[in-house]
């Protein structure tokens, strides 16, 4: 049951509650051992981090900076921090100097956390260009500090500052104090634009979410959660809290690329991801399907589609399969697929929230069909995440983002734009007080960009009302649909429709530079260089069956008529990426007009 009650107590309300029981699975820094930490010595860390901020001189309402990757000392600052009444602001693990320089000035931070020794690095480089940056505290022990450097300190010295709790009854009116207006934390978003904004998030703004997902999100105390996602990412944030008011075991990941094995380590029943994890989770299943001799590919085929009309054509719709239907499924369910859910470290899955870009429906399909529970959703960083999503108890569409959560009022404005109004809504951007009276209409909905409608209850999004392209004939292009199609191809790595204001369209491709070798190897193809093979005149007819094959329910100005192979991924480095992997279309367009150009040549 879900515990209801301002963050600045919650930790310390679960710990009465739950005491020894073990609330995180962690690894420290560089370590391959899991360790658990119980709620009790939960409580006991924020509650020694509130008094070490308040020995600081943390001020009601202050900002300050987190700049890691998911790590146990994390959770111990955010709420901390939320106990004496202040802000944390997360920073992405892979900000570059000049976003953390900018963020840091901005919102006029004066103490900063960083995570490992890459943090640290930019946070002291960029340290005299930022005035009001006093403290760098870091939570890896391992990292070398410069030489001479006064300004920065260790977690566990930080800790002893706390020790004792030497200010709690300040802490403890501080509790008191507490409010709904209070902001939680400023969440600054990169865009696809470029240009970087602080979303503010209230302490109401999380209450209000806390009690709509509650009624619609089954989490629970036996759930074990995979913290994959960035914890500066609203999906994960919104998700982890969510969680921890459940009394749900959270199990901290801290690198990203390593979370299939820890998945097969740790044995999650839920994790909130991107759809870019399931494509590549269908990418690896089907390429295992190809490798199979007839039989098991004839066998897992024929699997697939019992699956398919099993959990699609009759359970998401409501309906109750036929028995012989049933007894089939059960069994392919508890060999085949369970195999299928084993190998990914999924034996006892509960459901599994995902969002943040368009979902493909054959990916959708694929893993509900293995006995998945996909709650597909949609939401923004200025909603606090959620607006809609799956409903476990409710009937649901392959290709919807779900049901409206309650609280959130969705109203279709021009250009079937979705606007959006409830508690659960940012009152703004940090200091952006033109932005914001652009942001909300005349009576208070929140314009979120996106366009869409909504169906027997549910809402379905179309695309992104500024990032819609209208080639030189006059026809609409909706590029991110046109990429998840083609993004479940192995072969495919990222991808970037071109289209705006040209006769046709065309798109960059970076292949999966291994996948490509290895076929090249098979199929005899000599090359010196990546750029060599790229430009291979079998690997591009190749390329162009692939893509062919996957955009035949296209429209035929929807489908990509000319592509070119790209040597070298899209990078944040270059500014080609956002720090949530989103493309900026602006910044590709710049760095590869040669090559766009010649794909429009006569």
Known sequence: MQTRC???????EQAKKYGERTVFEYRDFGSTEWKECSWKTFSDRVRQVSNAMLNLGVKVQENMGVFSQN???????????????????PFYATSSEQQIQFMISDAQIRILFVGEQEQYDKAYRVLPLCPTLEKIIIFDPSVKKAPGDPNSMYFDEFLKLGEGYPRQSEVESLYKQANDDDIANILYTSGTTGDSKGVVLTHGQFNAAMRANDECVPVGEKDRVMCFL????????GWAFLCLSEGAKIIINTYPKEVQQSLRETHPTCMCAVPRFWEKVYIGVKEKIDNANAVERKLFKHALAVGRKHNIEYLSRGKRPPLNLALEYKMYDKTLFSLVR???????????PTAGSYVSAEV??????????????YGLTESLATVSCDHLDKTYTVGSVGRPISGIEVKIGE???ILLKGPTITRGYYKREALNKEAFTEDGFFHTGDAGYLKDGELFLKERIKELYKTSNGKYIAPQMIESKLLVDKFIEQLAVIADQRKFVAALIVPAFNLLEEYAKDNGIGYQSMEDLCQNPQIIRMMQERIETLQQQLASYEKIKRFVLLPKPFTMESGELTNTLKIRRAVLNKNYAAEIEKMYQE
């Not at 600052?77 to 802000?87: C, E, K, L, Q, V």
């Not at 960035?230 to 944030?237: A, G, I, K, S, Y």
């Open 71 to 89: 790590v146990i000392q994390y959770m111990f600052t955010d709420f901390g921090a939320f106990g004496i009444r202040a802000i944390t602001i």
């Open 230 to 237: 960035p914890l500066t990412h609203v999906f994960e944030r």
């Open 342 to 352: 084993k190998q990914l470290g999924l034996e006892n899955p509960h459901f599994f």
């Open 415 to 417: 250009n079937d734009e």
């Open 364 to 377: 959708e399909e694929f893993v509900h069909t293995i006995g998945i529970n996909m709650v597909v959703g």
């Open 6 to 12: 301002h963050y600045s107590v919650l930790i310390h």
